[in-house]
T-cell receptor
Framework: DGGITQSPKYLFRKEGQNVTLSCEQN?????MYWYRQDPGQGLRLIYY???????QKGDIAEGYSVSREKKESFPLTVTSAQKNPTAFYLC???????????????FGNGTRLTVT | QQQVKQSPQSLIVQKGGISIINCAYE??????FPWYQQFPGKGPALLIA?????SEKKEGRFTISFNKSAKQFSLHIMDSQPGDSATYFC???????????????FGQGTILTVHP
């Protein structure tokens, strides 16, 4: 079955350490996205990418970095510069080109990052 | 800043009742309004979506009502079931080409509990 795989499901890190969250998709989708979810705040866009080797900042990119070396993969690095990194991180993908109303976001099951 | 305001934060409904969740927005450039359903520990999944040129869309027990002049839209869940217990997010998108397919602005979320 096609889908988005995020690993690990739970991640614990000490403050001051960088950590990389994995996101892999086999949906053959061109566009990939990272959202952050905090209780009572909905989801907020961190970074997004339409094609390999190209990505743009979302609304809350500070303290994060990404790469897109392969179509299937879009890892997110949470750096020590991110002031409040503890959150639930969601990776998503979509397939542009199917029309603006036919390209819904497909989400992975998230990684819960706890930094202490 | 683009915002989507969602209410209520939490909702308790008896089995068989109607669940109603409301969202309001300010940005008139929004052109796509999806609703996502999220179960604990999972990523959100698209439930139903509407375009601004339509006032109502129904899929099974789920209906979106859209009021363009009031800049409001709502999700109605008829005959609510315990299996509908989840967090619901409204969202909106202002399409600007390319990667903006997946650039959604989310509401804060509503935790729905349906009692048997």
């Amino acid at each position: 079955d096609g889908g988005i795989t995020q690993s690990p499901k739970y991640l614990f890190r000490k403050e001051g350490q960088n950590v990389t969250l994995s996101c892999e998709q086999n949906l053959n989708h061109d566009a990939m996205y990272w959202y952050r979810q905090d209780p009572g705040q909905g989801l907020r866009l961190i970074y997004y990418s339409q094609i390999v080797n190209d990505f743009q900042k979302g609304d809350i990119a500070e303290g994060y970095s990404v790469s897109r070396e392969k179509k299937e993969s879009f890892p997110l690095t949470v750096t020590s510069a991110q002031k409040n990194p503890t959150a639930f991180y969601l990776c998503a993908s979509s397939r542009p080109g199917q029309g603006v109303y036919n390209s819904p976001l497909h989400f992975g099951n998230g990684t819960r990052l706890t930094v202490t | 800043q683009q915002q989507v305001k969602q209410s209520p934060q939490s909702l308790i409904v008896q089995k068989g009742g109607i669940s109603i969740i409301n969202c309001a927005y300010e940005n008139t450039a929004f052109d796509y309004f999806p609703w996502y359903q999220q179960f604990p520990g999972k990523g959100p999944a698209l439930l139903i979506a509407i375009r601004p040129d339509v006032s109502e869309k129904k899929e099974g027990r789920f209906t979106i009502s859209f009021n363009k002049s009031a800049k409001q839209f709502s999700l109605h869940i008829m005959d609510s079931q315990p299996g509908d217990s989840a967090t619901y997010f409204c969202a909106a998108r202002a399409f600007a080409g390319g990667t903006s397919y997946g650039k959604l602005t989310f509401g804060q979320g509503t935790i729905l509990t349906v009692h048997p």
